[in-house]
């Protein structure tokens, strides 16, 4: 078997970037965790289930902090997920700060709906504590098939194009993210 990717959301709009990358040893990547935002439906899109199996998640890794990347990373944790975040320092803090923001606007708008909000205030820090750093062009191994290596986007701020390398059936396969 080789290695498959699934578009979870973000597919036909610019929001709400989510995928999965599936090897052909079982490894399962989820990259970025976003929120789909300025659609009728995306609050109600932002509240489904994620379409994957939360344990069977190996890593999350992120390309950059923009809201539409790291917006539901709080609701995958406190839906189960305890693995591994990567991401460089720059977007680890700049996620802090957008989470925080968009907590509060989260909240007003459950409140306008009259639904339960997406995460609370509560659930963000929750995030951080699984949050590890990478510095750019550092090769880190994900799993014995794969690794990975973080590569200057020059989006944002610590935004990061994303390299992995996959050996399967003796063959070396590099997929890359460019995140936007």
Request: charged share 20%; aromatic share 8%.
């Amino acid at each position: 078997m080789s290695s498959k990717i699934k578009f979870l959301t973000g597919v036909s709009t610019v929001t709400g970037s989510n995928f999965l990358l599936t090897t052909g040893a079982g490894t399962n990547i989820l990259i970025d965790c976003g929120l789909v935002q300025g659609e009728r439906t995306a609050s109600e899109e932002n509240y489904l289930d994620f379409g994957f199996d939360i344990s069977r998640i190996n890593a999350l890794i992120i390309s950059h902090s923009h809201l539409d990347h790291v917006g539901r990373i709080p609701k995958l944790v406190k839906e189960g997920y305890s693995g591994p975040i990567y991401s460089t320092p720059q977007t680890k803090e700049l996620a802090r700060i957008v989470l925080e923001d968009a907590v509060q606007l989260l909240a007003v708008e459950a409140k306008e709906r009259g639904v339960e909000p997406l995460y609370s205030e509560q659930d963000v820090p929750r995030i951080f504590d699984q949050w590890k750093v990478v510095p750019y062009h550092e090769q880190i191994k994900i799993s014995p098939e794969l690794t990975l290596i973080l590569k200057d986007a020059g989006h944002i701020l610590g935004s990061s194009m994303l390299e992995f390398s996959i050996t399967e059936q003796n063959l070396q396969k590099k997929i890359l993210f460019s995140g936007d």
